[in-house]
Antibody, heavy 115, light 106 residues
Framework: HVQLQESGPGLVKPSETLSLTCTVS????????WSWIRQPPGKGLEWIGY???????KYNPSLKSRVSMSTDTSKNQFSLNLISVTAADTAVYFC?????????WGPGTLVTVSS | IQLTQSPSSLSASVGDSVTITCRAS??????LAWYQQKAGKAPKLLIY???TLQSGVPSRFSGSGSDTDFTLTISSLQPEDFATYCC?????????FGGGTMVQIK
């Protein structure tokens, strides 16, 4: 069955760029949409955006000016970049399959924005 | 689209039937999903398209509703069901989630 795993730095300095990669195993990223979702500590879930394996994207307007996503079909990975981060971007970041409902989910990775 | 869940938390006993409500700020047809999240873990999909049980999810979970009002029912609460539940709409972008309902042991 398909499994997802997030990877990337757990600590990012304010004003810098948050970069995460999701590695998909047990299946191909082809023919699916892939999303990023985040959850600040103790708060609710926020959809960041999705990318189709061919590269088509759609982002949450609240983050659109700072977000970009990409895929690497040769590595079966997709990635998230969030520029100009602040403390408000501190959250657990999840990679997931889907553009409607979401399943499966990666375990999540905590990214803290702090100097 | 804003999703409002009620209650925000509830206490129940094993064997109880519990119902959680999710109200959308505008009509979303049947484009709603429900998730279960345990502390420190990723959410798990329970139900999509308002009423369709995800494969592998116990039949004690059920969903109903359409347009703006939806419910998640757990017919006989089991110890492993104590968790936070949230709804999510996929009718229009940006995709949004409800604030969550914590189900605690009485």
């Amino acid at each position: 069955h398909v499994q997802l795993q997030e990877s990337g730095p757990g600590l990012v300095k304010p004003s810098e760029t948050l970069s995460l990669t999701c590695t998909v195993s047990g299946g191909s990223i082809s023919d699916y949409f892939w999303s990023w979702i985040r959850q600040p500590p103790g708060k609710g879930l926020e959809w960041i955006g999705y990318i189709y394996y061919r590269g088509d994207t759609k982002y949450n307007p609240s983050l659109k000016s700072r977000v970009s996503m990409s895929t690497d079909t040769s590595k079966n990975q997709f990635s998230l970049n969030l520029i100009s981060v602040t403390a408000a971007d501190t959250a657990v970041y999840f990679c997931v399959r889907g553009s409607g409902w979401f399943d499966p989910w990666g375990p999540g990775t905590l990214v803290t924005v702090s100097s | 689209i804003q999703l409002t869940q009620s209650p925000s938390s509830l206490s129940a006993s094993v064997g109880d039937s519990v119902t959680i409500t999710c109200r959308a700020s505008q009509g979303i047809s049947s484009q709603l999903a429900w998730y279960q999240q345990k502390a420190g873990k990723a959410p798990k999909l329970l139900i999509y398209a308002a009423v369709t049980l995800q494969s592998g999810v116990p039949s004690r979970f059920s969903g109903s509703g359409s347009d703006t009002d939806f419910t998640l029912t757990i017919s006989s609460l089991q110890p492993e069901d104590f968790a936070t539940y949230c709804c999510q709409q996929f009718n229009s972008f940006p995709l949004t989630f409800g604030g969550g309902t914590m189900v605690q042991i009485k």
